[in-house]
């Protein structure tokens, strides 16, 4: 073989074979075990993939590689989440329309994906802008409908004034458009709401049942924001007019310590005494006021509180029976709860701080070791009841549930489960998404589109840009606006919003199961074979957006007898970024974008995929390094040079059982760094030796070709008789030939893991030492060793600096 691996003309010799020979088509095959790997589907954006994208789909890759080795069926598909503001923005950026921009797009996304070496099944590819695909989301979204959980309400909702859509509170966290990060105001609107809170419950304990990384399952936990409780009726009145004020607290044990009432500037009980309210001059400002402020504004726990008393009316403590002021807050949220709120200033520190600037009452009924004038008394379960009636010397963990049965008894509460995940606001003021099959008639009110005028498609629209006031663009064909009801035949109006970009990504996983059937979401024989997706990947800043949102789609599924499994995904990891050279997040603007285009023709894409997955712990942020990308080429031609250097001898001095052990695990424990520099080790060995075995190459080539797929399938044919590396198998070894007097142990530079070496369980600091530079001198290259701190059998800790 040539000294110098030519990548250029092995990759692409090696993506023909593949790609003209549907090497990765996956067809449904009872007969054998099956493996669905899937990655979030990207948009196709105009600059291309990014080496986030690389990094994002290299775990997936890895593992759909090894399956196919190990016998299994794999279906590891790819498609265009096409629709959407990115692919808008950027057509009325460039002054094209979103479908020449798309398809654009598409072709420079399948290019790459392509010079990359990506195993995907490019047959199964899809694109929800296809009629043929947003046919059965416009489906999905009237079965929605007529179960109850599509509606639409006139709301105060997060207005982007750059992007001018509407968004959901999970596209617009801490008050800022999570696409073009612009502060986000307030604006009344009529939005289409998927009722996701009846959801809540099923959603949360559904996370029992799958293998989700334990902070993937925290950040869903913490949205959905369970809490128990219970809702009180307060008696709110004006003189001989009365109202029941509805109140949900997740601690009645405190009831007899409320001194006043909070309600939100927009609850409804504020217009029904406005005739009595004394000051409704100056409530009124102060609602026009809270209206100007974001959400994210009105909740900050940290800022200075506001409010007015409400003066004309007054509320009663339903188990003291004494009169308590009502006042009106920005804080409390109309949506959050009932929109009310009692105050306990002795036992919550934002109610203290309300009740000290308003001269308020406290009233101490959990003793603690405060003074509760000074500060207040936080307790959750410890502490004993006072000044509470019959709840005195009580613990709190008694208290709560013997008011809530008091309070039942008596008709004056009950018990309450409540959520913080809000509906999910499902409507855009875009053009460039599904049309919503929904016409209003003024007879028979909203009505759906009947199956058979599905897909509704998105009409044809020059002048595309959203309007200054919110409304559509659709809107401006008024002939297309204008059409008959599908109930009674006459006038209506279709509806002109279009659905949000998470809606085509909320079931693209069964699509892709049966990518071209056309009697159904998916063909029920696929769905029973390829079933649940074994294994997904994607970003921890899609948990609380598509990730969450899809769950709900695939209950609703499961609900109407599309689905058989309650849950799509059993399991679901994320990987960190990829940071600019200088440590901070890519972009243009700081100059530190790495074009994977160029790696790959400076140094090949089996580098590029190998430092992709070997530049640190898969998920977590780590640096890009041009060195370290240069390093990885290194050790692709040392592998390469091995072809020419086998020769059968004394292999004692590498166990291989364990290095196909070890790698094998690391990879399916999405390892992938250590599980390369094990790889590397064991090239070390080599060299160090002078030759390698026929059988050692042939292991070492199969266990790398999941990470460098071209280079090693080169090899593989070379050295044995033109055979296919892909037609081969998974490497195996005997528990018998593991040597156990051995141990592994993490390798540290300045307290960063960057490899593992295997060595005696007894080994001196120096032995270490050797080893480390023998089978990893990578890892010292550039740097001056200043200080080891080695633990036998635990780890080897250098602390070095970089040479000047």
């Known amino acids: 073989m040539a000294t110098t691996y030519d990548f250029k003309s092995i990759e692409q010799k090696w993506q023909n074979y593949w790609y003209n020979n549907d090497i990765f088509h996956a067809e449904t095959d009872f007969s054998k075990k099956k493996f669905y790997g899937l ?250 006021q809270a209206l100007l402020k974001k959400e994210f504004e009105r909740v900050q726990l940290n800022k200075d509180k506001t409010g007015i008393i409400v003066r004309g009316i007054s509320a009663k403590n339903p188990l003291t029976g004494e009169k308590i002021p009502v006042f009106t807050a920005d804080y409390v949220m109309m949506d959050y709860g009932t929109g009310a709120i009692m105050a306990v200033p002795a036992h919550d520190t934002r109610d203290f701080d309300f009740a000290k600037k308003f001269g308020l009452p406290i009233i101490e009924v959990i003793k603690g070791d405060t003074d509760i004038n000074v500060e207040p008394y936080i307790a959750k379960d410890g502490g004993e009841m006072v000044n509470s009636g019959f709840l005195n010397g009580k613990s709190v963990k008694e208290a709560i549930p013997a008011m809530i049965s008091y309070m039942e008894e008596k008709g004056i509460g009950k018990a309450k489960t409540d959520y913080k995940m809000k509906d999910w606001a499902f409507n855009r003021q875009r053009y460039w998404g599904e049309p919503i099959p929904i016409v209003t008639c003024p007879h028979c009110g909203q009505v759906a589109l009947p199956d058979d005028q599905l897909p509704l498609i998105l009409p044809e629209l020059e002048d595309f840009e959203p309007t200054e006031d919110a409304t559509s663009p659709l809107s401006k064909l008024t002939d297309w606006v204008k059409t008959t009801c599908p109930v009674c035949g006459g006038p209506a109006v279709r509806e002109t919003d279009t659905m949000p970009q998470w809606a085509g990504s909320s079931w693209y996983y069964l699509r892709y199961m049966s990518p071209k059937y056309d009697k159904g979401v998916v063909n029920p024989e696929d769905y029973k074979y390829w079933n649940q997706v074994d294994w997904y990947n994607g970003g921890m800043e899609h948990v ?121 695990d690391d990879y399916e424990s999405a390892k992938f760094n250590t599980a390369i520099a094990q790889l590397m080790s064991a090239v070390n060995v080599f060299y160090g030796r002078g030759y390698v075995t026929h059988k050692e190459l042939d292991i070492l080539v199969r266990l790398l070709y999941p990470v460098a797929p071209h280079i090693c399938s080169e090899i593989y044919e070379k050295i044995n008789n033109g055979a296919k590396i892909d037609k081969s198998e998974w490497p195996t070894y005997d528990e018998k030939d593991l040597v156990l007097n051995t141990v592994e142990i993490a390798v540290q530079i300045n307290g960063k893991v960057k490899g593992r070496i295997t060595l005696s369980s007894d080994a001196s600091q120096d032995e270490a030492m050797e080893i480390l530079k023998k089978e990893l001198p990578e890892i010292l290259d550039g740097k001056t060793v200043i200080k080891v701190i080695y633990v036998k059998g635990r780890i080897l800790n250098i602390v070095a600096k970089l040479n000047s």
């Open 39 to 288: 990655i979030e589907f990207p948009y196709p954006s105009g600059a291309g993939m990014h080496v986030g994208h690389i990094r994002a789909y290299s775990g997936i890759e890895v593992i759909a590689r090894k399956r196919r080795l190990e016998g299994y069926n794999v279906l590891f598909p790819i498609g265009y989440d096409a629709f959407g503001l990115p692919t808008e923005n950027y057509a009325m950026k460039m002054k094209q329309h979103p479908r020449f921009i798309t398809d654009k797009n598409i072709k420079k996304f399948e290019e790459q994906l392509h010079s990359v070496g990506f195993s995907f099944d490019f047959d199964r590819t899809i694109d929800t802008t296809d009629p043929n695909y947003y046919h059965w989301t416009q489906w999905i979204f009237t079965q929605l409908f007529k179960k109850g959980l599509a509606y639409k309400s006139k709301t105060m909702v997060n207005f982007c004034p750059t992007c001018k859509v509407v968004l959901a509170n999970e596209e617009s966290q801490n008050g800022i458009c999570d696409r073009c990060g612009s502060e986000v105001v307030q604006k009344e609107k009529d939005v289409w709401f998927l009722r996701i809170r009846n959801y809540a419950d099923r959603l949360l304990s559904g996370l029992k049942d799958v293998n989700f990384l334990d902070r993937i399952k925290t950040e869903q936990a913490n949205w959905i924001g369970k809490s128990t409780g219970a809702e009180v009726t307060f008696p709110v009145s004006a003189g001989e007019k009365e109202y029941a004020l509805n109140v949900y607290t997740t601690r009645p044990d405190t009831i007899f310590g409320v001194t006043f009432l909070v309600v939100s500037p927009e609850h409804p009980m504020l217009k029904e005494f406005a005739s009595d309210i004394e000051n409704l001059e100056e409530v009124e400002q102060y609602q026009k």
């Open 544 to 664: 609380t957006r598509h990730l969450i949102y899809s769950r709900f789609w695939n209950q609703f599924l499961y609900d109407i007898g599309v689905v058989s499994c309650k849950e799509p995904y059993l399991r679901r990891t994320a990987q960190g970024l990829i940071l600019g050279e200088d440590g901070e997040k890519m972009s243009k603007s700081r100059g530190n974008v790495i074009n994977p285009d160029e790696v790959i023709q400076s140094v090949g894409a089996d580098t590029l995929r190998t430092f992709i997955l070997f530049i640190g712990d898969y998920e977590k942020p780590a640096p890009w390094s041009t060195q370290g990308a240069n390093g990885c080429s290194r050790f692709l031609n040392r592998v390469w040079r091995l072809a020419d250097m086998i020769k059968e001898g004394d292999a004692s001095d590498i166990n291989m059982a364990a290095v196909i052990k070890k790698v094998s």
